[in-house]
């Protein structure tokens, strides 16, 4: 039977998890590639939804903005974008379990992978110190991410929308170019394009925000 390192408990207890049911949080840290073990993905699902709610309660006690704005934030705040950058911040890559190849193929740095396993971590937290213990957790690990206005400014998807239909221009089109590596450690290049505009692309490993990336070029240059 697996057991958690030592070193991976004391990591988790420094953070302000307190592990007590050891298998939620070897499933909360194991990647599907990890023989014989089951993986974070049912962890991840309930992790998303609790993240989401305290982003959202905490939004709405300290942000006086309308629904659209909160929901802006909302979105921004609980992107996997941003739950790779506290994964980063709190050196979770070395306590991910992954079989050879995937680690190999830089599955650490994915930010895919990065940002569900801080979910899954937040799944099994609510299951195991329930809610109030993780709510508080999430105040403090995103804490930079809030008070820096993550999502504050308009998403550059919505910019070019507004941008395209404000210069009376056709919708932009997005358009996945390419799509090269492993599941896993994926790259992927969108195009987007207005018509009788012009055209720029974005490279990210995942597509949305590789549309993200594409459509900030696109209103660098032409907006």
Request: charged content about 25%; proline content about 4%; hydrophobic content about 40%.
């Amino acid at each position: 039977m697996s057991q958690l390192a030592p070193e991976t408990i004391e990591w988790l207890k420094e953070l302000g998890f307190a592990p007590t049911d050891h298998d939620l949080w070897l499933a909360a840290l194991t990647h599907g590639s990890h023989d014989g073990d089951v993986d974070y993905e049912r962890l991840e699902f309930l992790g998303d939804r609790v993240l989401g709610l305290c982003v959202a309660e905490w939004l709405y006690r300290h942000n006086d903005a309308p629904e659209g704005k909160l929901s802006q934030r909302l979105n921004a705040l609980v992107s996997r974008e941003t739950c790779a950058r506290i994964a980063r911040r709190i050196g979770l890559a070395e306590h991910i379990r992954m079989g050879k190849q995937a680690r190999e193929d830089g599955g650490t740095e994915s930010v895919n992978i990065l940002g569900d396993v801080v979910e899954a971590l937040l799944g099994a937290g609510f299951l195991d110190n329930g809610f109030d213990p993780i709510q508080a957790l999430v105040q403090s690990l995103w804490l930079e991410e809030f008070e820096a206005g993550t999502g504050a400014i308009k998403h550059p998807k919505s910019a070019l929308q507004e941008w395209a239909a404000g210069n009376r221009r056709k919708p932009p089109v997005y358009e996945l170019i390419d799509r090269s590596g492993p599941d896993h450690a994926a790259k992927f290049t969108v195009r987007v394009s207005v018509y009788k505009v012009g055209e720029a692309e974005g490279v990210a490993t995942s597509k949305q925000e590789a549309e993200k990336l594409a459509a900030k070029k696109f209103m660098e240059q032409f907006a």
